[in-house]
């Protein structure tokens, strides 16, 4: 997969302290715990994928900075791992380990409370993003959301918010259309730090297509925009950094009440045959999709094993010397085939090799 990445907070216009943070990393195995400074360029995603992650704080003063930094660093450490093979083999462990490390940042978010007073009633809500593969897997506790966005089908909500307000939706006491307006809607029922009791976050994973966006952002966007105008701005986007900055610039315009924090994930394309990768020195190299070719091999192959059999069978009705030539060419193929330079090589195969010739027909007779 190749993909762009992006992510900015601002302080809004109201308040003079941002309590948000967020973190992204476009490679889980380099360390690179940074926005990417080149956003023309796509990135090759990596064995370990790349994950974003926002925090919105709360709790007053400096206490929300502190509950929210904490969640974003207790992630970064987490997500410092050397080998995630044992964890990305399966939905469930990623799911698992997503949650566990959301509830170890909640763990640690009261231990300072503990330790420090002034700090007293703070939390976080928190959402994070881990892309593996072609596959979105999506953790958050709070009211801090998750979008996918795609231009030809739109934009769809992938977290449910932790609310008040949401829990009235559900039990079918709400309209879903009143729900942003409503005067409850900043209330929230789970997040990091906050509660006596352990964090319960959520889970819930998306295959990804091209031309597909994850947008993570705190409620300083989707609680001053709606879905469609965080929609709309995205169809108009011009590029993955346009998008960010209009959509921070609209949640400023519509009152800027709340600090707001948005990152960006977009999918620009799922074909990685012949791509132009960063390493951890900023130098590019061209690299082979190997599956590929040995994709192709195989269907030669098995193309090649049909038309002798098709074709000793028509001509002789004999398939002992039909056997030893496709195990001849079997050897060859796979004997030659890493130090083939390209697939026309093995195109040119013929039957010279065959050790019984008179026996079989040549490949150019055979129709299949």
């Known amino acids: 997969m190749l ?26 195995s380099s360390g690179n715990w940074f926005v990417p400074s080149d956003l023309s360029k796509t990135i090759s995603l990596g064995e370990s994928g790349a994950i974003l992650v926002v925090a919105d704080g709360m709790g007053g003063m400096n206490a929300g900075e502190v509950a929210s930094a904490i969640a974003i660093d207790t992630i970064k450490s987490v997500f410092s791992l050397d080998d995630y093979s044992k964890i990305i083999v399966s939905d469930k462990k990623i799911e698992a380990f997503l949650k566990d490390a959301i509830i170890d940042a909640d763990t640690k978010i009261k231990a300072k409370v503990k330790e420090d007073d002034s700090t007293s009633g703070m939390g976080t809500t928190i959402v994070i993003a881990w892309i593996l593969k072609d596959v979105a897997h999506i953790a958050w506790c709070g009211d801090s959301r998750a979008y996918l966005f795609n231009p030809s089908s739109g934009l769809v909500r992938l977290s449910k918010d932790h609310s008040y307000v949401q829990e009235l939706v559900d039990a079918g006491k709400l309209d879903p259309e009143l729900a942003f307006d409503h005067p409850n809607s900043n209330i929230i029922t789970r997040s990091l ?34 879905d469609e105008e965080i929609a709309q701005i995205m169809i108009d986007a011009e590029d993955i950094e346009n998008c960010k900055n209009n959509l921070i610039k609209a949640a400023l315009e519509a009152g800027g009440y709340d ?88 195109g040119m195969l013929n039957m010279e090799n065959a050790k019984d010739t008179s026996d079989v027909a040549p490949v150019d007779s055979i129709n299949i």
């Open 3 to 28: 993909f762009k990445l992006t992510a900015s907070t601002n302080v809004g216009c109201v308040r003079t302290n941002n309590e948000d943070n967020f973190i992204v990393n476009e490679n889980l």
């Open 259 to 346: 600090n707001v924090t948005v990152a960006l994930f977009e999918v620009d394309s799922l074909d990685s045959e012949e791509v132009v990768v960063t390493d951890t020195t900023n130098d590019l190299k061209t690299v082979k999709n190997r599956k590929r070719r040995s994709r192709r091999l195989t269907s030669l192959i098995v193309i090649l094993v049909l038309a002798a059999l098709v074709g000793g069978l028509y001509y002789t009705g004999n398939l002992k010397p039909v056997l030893r030539y496709v195990k001849d060419k079997l050897e060859y193929l796979l004997d030659e085939s890493p130090k083939s330079q390209n697939s026309s090589e093995i």
């Open 193 to 226: 730090g906050d509660s006596p009791a352990k964090a319960r976050p959520d889970y819930v994973s998306r295959v990804l297509t091209e031309g597909d966006s994850i947008l993570l952002c705190s409620d300083g966007l989707c609680g001053l925009c709606r």
